[in-house]
T-cell receptor, first 113, second 115 residues
């Protein structure tokens, strides 16, 4: 039973265009939603997060949108750059006092120069 | 700051052998975690620790043991390795979860193959 689904295993985008990565979840107890970026042969690195009480958080080229009623969030990257090519994981936190992140399977983004 | 380091980077074991993976962090984080990642899968939590001397089970703890004797170190042990434990293992650490989003800092990973 997957609590976190990233239904697109891969995504290709032209450099300079927008990349949109999606994540759906089922657990209404999740209170924070984190995005991690992972390059091959490296550990994941934190990218951006959003609290469940907000619907948008922006950090430079990266914006995360949260639609709680639909249990859906998305990560927008504008403009996309070749260095953004990586696997992106959606990782919600299990609720106040929870130490656990639940990772989706990831979406591999390829930004084509 | 080295951040989170993992030793070794690669290891090949035979079925039934034992080994210990070492994780060290220099950020004075209270919490530490061990994950495994299998092909096409997200990271799954094996065990975690909320402080020196404490450990708890995660999502997939069977076949593993952990110890947190020092705040900066978190050890993951395989007592009798099985081919199903072939995976990439990641260690992570974080500050308290009170407030914020519990950002976890990850090590570079250990690639383990069990033959």
């Amino acid at each position: 039973d997957q609590q976190v689904k990233q239904n697109s295993p891969s995504l290709s985008v032209q450099e300079g265009r927008i990349s949109i990565l999606n994540c759906d979840y089922t657990n209404s107890m999740f209170d924070y939603f984190l995005w991690y970026k992972k390059y091959p042969a490296e550990g994941p690195t934190f990218l951006i997060s959003i609290s469940s009480i907000k619907d948008k958080n922006e950090d430079g080229r990266f914006t995360v949108f949260l639609n709680k009623s639909a249990k859906h969030l998305s990560l927008h990257i504008v403009p996309s750059q070749p260095g953004d090519s990586a696997v992106y994981f959606c990782a919600p936190r299990g609720g106040a006092g929870s130490y656990q992140l639940t990772f989706g399977k990831g979406t591999k983004l390829s930004v084509i120069p | 700051n080295a951040g989170v380091t993992q030793t070794p980077k690669f290891r090949v074991l035979k079925t039934g052998q034992s080994m210990t993976l070492l994780c060290a962090q220099d950020m004075n984080h209270e919490y530490m975690y061990w994950y495994r990642q299998d092909p096409g899968m997200g990271l799954r939590l094996i065990h975690y620790s909320v402080g020196e001397g404490t450990t708890a089970k995660g999502e997939v703890p069977d076949g593993y043991n952990v110890s947190r004797l020092k705040k900066q170190n978190f050890l993951l042990g395989l007592e009798s390795a099985a081919p199903s434990q072939t995976s990439v293992y990641f260690c992570a650490s974080s500050y308290s979860t009170s407030g914020g989003g519990n950002e976890q800092f990850f090590g570079p990973g250990t690639r383990l193959t069990v033959l």
